[in-house]
């Protein structure tokens, strides 16, 4: 018996395709600005209606194009923050339903993410499922464009990680975004500090943090304004979703399609909570000791003045790697070395603290520790 | 700033004392492996070096004009 023909293309309005970097068959490349976004939207919602396949990859020379893909359904990227960016396959179905269930068509959601990536897709996808009004602002790599239209339709809804809402704040965001409801934190771990953050700045909005993936979909969100998500959460995740630590920490995620997800993420248990230790690849080992990245940060972060943090390992030809920490703001080197020696194991404190004006985001938005300034 | 000087002060932050060139950084000063990677961290950022490892055979580095030495091995002078 013959097998059966290969989907057919998504047939595309002429007009859109022109926007987009064409690079392979239905492999697209998305550049950041606003008629590539408003284009790849009109694609996507194209390709979701006719169950076609498609891939896109956002603006991001590290990323190896895949082949056109031959099944139904989405091939997007990995944001690559600790690597090279991988290609993910996800049907259309899952994601739409990897969005919330609560919505609506009065809320107008501000997109700040290439919609190449997922945290995009989960922004496109919430509005497709609800009817809700997406904002797209004249590039989403810069800031002062996202808070400009976001201020001009009034947006309601602000997708963001942790490092881009410092940014949006600082530029801000928190006098002109005030209709905010409501303000989704993800990409990157949201420490107390960035939840107390966005609650100052808009004390009226639900602050969720969640914890996604582009393999996984998303997997646990948590609303009540503290670090982490509850130790009960593991078992009980979003839509079926089971989470386990593994004796190492790492968490690993039945998901509702019967796939076992090894996240690569490491957290630990404090209390009734579950708090993020820090992604395998940015473990540093000072002479076999593991020192997580976040732990360090969110010591340094506590000190008066810092407002942001970066730390890495940096090669060390006495213990293979050591502790270093890149820091924005006005602050007192002297306390932030006394927080930390009073908080820290002796591995885990810096043994160098730099100034810097600003930490550079990556395209996702995020910190990227890939090639940081060591 | 040369090497010498460097070294002196990134061990004066660390374990204030009255040292000289033959000081021995483990044994005299008192500095563990982690204060030693310290002094030389701190050193490759104030001189704008970075040390090879794979050329440095660390159990003939005992003090602080040997340290030095290494640096001076990586085009810093050693003293003024």
Not at chain 1, 339 to 354: G, I
């Amino acid at each position: 018996m013959a097998s059966p023909p290969p989907p057919r293309p998504v047939l595309l309005p002429a007009a859109a395709p022109a926007r987009l970097r064409r690079n392979d068959g239905h492999v697209f490349v998305v550049g950041p600005g606003r008629a590539e976004q408003l284009a790849a939207a009109e694609l996507l919602l194209a390709a979701c209606e006719a169950d076609a396949p498609l891939a896109l990859a956002a603006d991001d020379p590290r990323a190896t194009l895949p082949a056109a893909p031959r099944e139904p359904g989405l091939v997007f990227f990995t944001s690559g923050t600790s690597g090279k960016p991988q290609p993910v396959h996800r049907p259309w179905t899952a994601l739409t339903a990897e969005t919330s269930a609560h919505g609506g068509a009065d809320d107008r959601l501000l997109l700040t993410f290439n919609l190449a990536r997922y945290a995009g897709l989960q922004v496109l996808f919430h509005c497709r499922r609800h009817g809700s009004r997406l904002i797209v602002s004249e590039s989403v790599r810069d800031g002062a464009a996202i808070i400009a239209a976001g201020a001009a339709e009034d947006a309601t809804h602000l997708s963001t990680t942790p490092s881009l809402l410092k940014r949006l704040v600082t530029l801000g965001a928190a006098e002109r975004l005030d209709g905010l409801r409501q303000i989704t934190i993800g990409g990157e771990y949201a420490t107390q500090a960035t939840l107390d953050l966005a609650r100052r700045c808009w004390p009226a909005a639900r602050v969720t943090a969640i914890y996604a993936s582009s393999e996984g979909g998303a997997c646990f969100s948590v609303s009540d304004g503290r670090e982490g998500f509850p130790a009960a959460m593991l078992r009980n995740g979003r839509d079926g979703r089971v989470g386990e630590l593994a004796e190492d920490g790492e968490l690993v995620v039945a998901l509702p399609d019967g796939r076992v997800l090894r996240t690569g993420d490491f957290f630990e248990r404090a209390g009734d909570r579950v708090l993020f230790r820090g992604r395998r690849e940015d473990i540093i080992n000072v002479g076999g000791y593991k020192v997580s990245p976040v732990k360090v940060e969110r010591v340094i972060l506590g000190v008066a003045g810092v407002e942001e943090c970066r730390v890495v390992g940096r090669p060390s030809p006495v213990l293979g790697e050591v502790v270093t920490a890149e820091i924005v703001g006005d602050f007192d080197q002297v306390a932030v070395r006394d927080a930390c020696r009073s908080a820290l194991e002796r591995p885990e404190v810096p043994v160098a603290l730099r100034r810097v004006q600003r930490l550079e985001l990556s395209a996702a938005q995020k910190l990227s520790r890939a090639g940081a300034a060591a | 700033m040369n090497a010498l000087s460097a070294i002196l002060a990134a061990v004066q932050e660390l374990a204030p004392g009255d040292y000289g060139c033959d000081t021995a950084l483990l044994d005299e000063v008192g500095l563990d492996s982690l204060d030693y990677a310290t002094v030389v961290v701190q050193v490759e950022d104030e001189l704008g070096v970075k040390l090879r490892e794979n050329d440095i055979d660390w159990s003939s580095v005992r003090t602080i004009e040997q340290l030095a030495a290494i640096f001076e091995q990586h085009g810093v002078p050693a003293a003024a």
